[in-house]
């Protein structure tokens, strides 16, 4: 599958995860399971495997629907810990004192403390059929995919008008009503991306960001910005409460407001599609274990499964197929979604992320 908007200056263009902002919806039940935060101990035979995960209705899913069944399947129990902070991986290392063994972040918590902290993939997680070459590195496999789109309260911007591109939401004349952006809060990098998309650049040419660009694109709709998000519920609150007209927002919590019966409504188009990814922490005791896990978590079946009852994107087009058609429409990696997003460029934000946190700061204060 080629990735619309890929970044041609580095091997691969990343995701930066915002876990807690992907715990959209809850109401899926917690499922029995071993949780913990101690050491996995163990070695080659051990019949465990510790996964640090980041807690709410996304790992009771998780739980569910890819965790018991593998246990069931393969007798490897799984106990869950966390949050998987790149501070406690990069100790844990250094220590010598490893309590997990496989980590939800992929490029988002490998890149800010380095590749060293974890362990290479094996040749057979590398090449599996139905995940786009994109979505795999040496150390991280995707196993889900969410977008941050552009969503509107219609009846603030007008019956009948519907945004296209991040210019119409620069727009305020012709799409009336406040505007809310995802800011700097807690190492999470603000949308950037949509403010030099907003500004004219195309969305081919979105990395290497100019970044100064991006801040006059801002300091153009600052203005009529209330507040900068710094949570996955906040964007939804303010369109709900027509707080403001307009806001980025994370594709499953607008779609789970939607079935509500708010009057909300988003595109696809020019939305920054992520990747959720495992890795497997150096020296792991069980990472032979958490390599099966890895492994079962992209089976299109298992995948089907979860991602029917959480609304994230497979990373597998395979588990599409098993899923209910007009449904699968719905996620962010159906292919015709995918075609009119960008992936967003980690190994940028890797390098750039500090110094763009720091002027965001001083410019929302401003």
């Known amino acids: 599958m080629k990735i619309p908007g890929r970044s041609q200056s580095s091997p691969l263009a990343r995701r930066d995860v915002l876990r807690g902002g992907v715990l959209l919806a809850g109401g899926i039940a917690a499922a029995p399971l071993l949780s913990a935060c101690g050491g996995s101990g163990g070695g080659g035979d051990s019949k465990k495997v510790v996964v640090a995960d980041w807690g709410g209705a996304l790992v009771e899913a998780e739980k569910k629907y890819i965790f018991e069944p593998f246990s069931k399947e393969t007798g490897i129990e799984v106990v869950v810990a966390g949050p998987p902070t790149p501070a406690k991986i990069k100790a844990m290392v250094e220590t010598g004192n490893i309590e997990w063994d496989l980590i939800a972040g992929g490029p988002s918590t490998v890149l800010p403390i380095g590749r060293k902290y974890f362990e290479p993939l094996p040749d057979k997680l590398l090449n599996i059929p139905g995940i786009d070459p994109s979505y795999v590195d040496k150390n991280w496999l995707t196993y889900y995919l969410f977008s941050i789109v552009m969503a509107w309260n219609t009846s603030v911007v007008g019956a009948g008008k519907k945004m296209e591109s991040w210019a119409d939401f620069w727009d305020t004349g012709k799409f009336p009503g406040r505007r809310s952006l995802r800011g700097a809060d807690n190492g999470v990098p603000p949308d950037m991306e949509f403010a030099v998309l907003g500004d004219g650049v195309d969305m081919k040419s979105v990395y290497p960001i100019d970044v100064d660009r991006a801040f006059r694109s801002f300091g153009k709709l600052k203005p009529d910005v209330p507040q900068w998000w710094t949570s996955g519920a906040q964007p939804g609150q303010m369109l709900v409460s027509k707080q ?10 607008i779609g ?13 188009n020019g939305g920054m599609f992520q990747l959720a990814a495992w890795s497997v922490v ?4 069980n990472k032979e274990n958490a390599f099966k896990l890895m492994e079962f978590s992209v089976r299109p079946d298992i995948q089907a499964s979860v991602w029917s009852k959480y609304p994230n994107g497979p990373s597998n087009s395979k588990a599409l197929d098993l899923m209910d058609k007009e449904f699968a429409k719905t996620l962010p ?27 965001f700061q001083e410019f929302a204060k401003s």
Do not use: C
Not at 244 to 253: D, P, T, Y
Not at 256 to 268: C, I, R
Not at 341 to 358: C, I, M, P, S, Y
């Open 333 to 359: 990696s159906h292919p015709q979604n995918v075609e009119v997003q960008f992936l967003q460029d980690a190994e940028w934000w890797g390098k750039n992320r500090d110094a763009v946190l720091k002027r």
């Open 244 to 253: 403001v007209g307009a806001s980025s927002i994370f594709s499953g919590r």
């Open 256 to 268: 789970e407001l939607k079935k509500k019966g708010a009057p909300l409504d988003f595109t696809w």
């Open 282 to 285: 150096k020296d792991a005791p």
